[in-house]
């Protein structure tokens, strides 16, 4: 963290922690949306105000690229101009559907080591 000495170093140090804030793989969508939005309202009081749209660029970048990227594709892809509500909705269902995929490669894992347990012991006997 740098220290701040004066004044004026305070948006500059804002702008900086919005620039550098990076999504990482164990912390929710919703709490890594919030830093952001955090910081954008510490920026705001200090006088400086960045649109929506780059507010929402900021949601988008720097997301782990191996579970985000084709969302991110998706959205840069659009006609419609980004915004935070909507990049918002989109970030946090595509939290969900990794955690439902997870979930279901787990399981599905389980499954195909029982069944392969169950054959082994069977051609045992």
Sequence with gaps: MVTITKI???????????VTITKIDDLPMQEYLRKIQDINRKINKVGIGFADNLIACFFLMDLPIDKYEGLVRNLEREDEKLNTKTVKAKLLLEEKRLKRDEELDSGNKALLMKNTNWKAKRNTY
């Design 8 to 18: 004026d170093d305070l948006p500059m140090q804002l702008i900086k922690e919005m």
